[in-house]
């Protein structure tokens, strides 16, 4: 892929995120928004906006000053365009997180999608598509490992009380503990 189309992915990110936060404000059951922010997470990271407001910091999206080679965000924004994407502006970047989600840790800030898998269950807990979403991230063709699968899986099971999902979970990557 093209790095016009990588930095279209990414400003298409910051709108779809803006659009989730907004979901998770207004839905009385925002896990369907959750785990779409946690699989957005493992594909593109966290857009730059978000990550900064969960640090606390003022949202700052991605401006042209951004992109080193001239062009480049012109044509991303082309490539938007032609299917509809509007881009973020700055002052549509949402200025407050929802009040429900928990503060995230020093710990959490490398992996965004560990942090949001973590908020979905607490959603609604035991929700087996969460943990499904989740496992594909998992496996070695993601950066994940097999090794590591009882790990997550005991972590969810221990933050969340979901042991027949997680067991659930083994089965989805292709094996148990």
């Known amino acids: 892929m093209t790095l016009d189309r990588w930095i279209g992915a990414v400003v298409a990110c910051e709108t779809a995120a803006a659009a989730l936060l907004k979901a998770m404000t207004l839905s009385p059951r925002p896990v369907a928004a959750c785990v779409t922010l946690m699989q957005m997470a493992a594909h593109f990271r966290e857009p730059y906006w978000l990550r900064r407001l969960l640090e606390g910091n003022p949202p700052e999206t991605i401006t042209h000053d951004d992109i ?11 490539h938007l365009a032609e ?13 407050a997180l929802p009040a429900w989600l928990a503060p995230r ?3 959490e800030m490398d992996q ?36 590591d699968i ?27 503990e």
């Open 68 to 78: 080193e080679e001239r062009g480049l965000m012109d044509a991303a924004l082309a």
């Open 83 to 95: 299917y509809g994407v509007p881009r973020l502006r700055p002052d549509q970047a949402p200025q």
């Open 105 to 107: 840790a020093e710990h």
């Open 112 to 147: 965004g999608k560990d942090y949001w898998l973590l908020r979905a269950p607490e959603l609604r807990p035991g929700h087996m598509e969460t943990l499904i979403a989740y496992a594909q991230y998992l496996q070695p063709r993601w950066g994940g490992s097999y090794e």
């Open 150 to 176: 009882p790990g997550q899986r005991s972590a969810v099971r221990n933050a969340n009380g979901a042991t027949a999902q997680c067991d659930t979970l083994g089965r989805h990557v292709g094996r148990a």
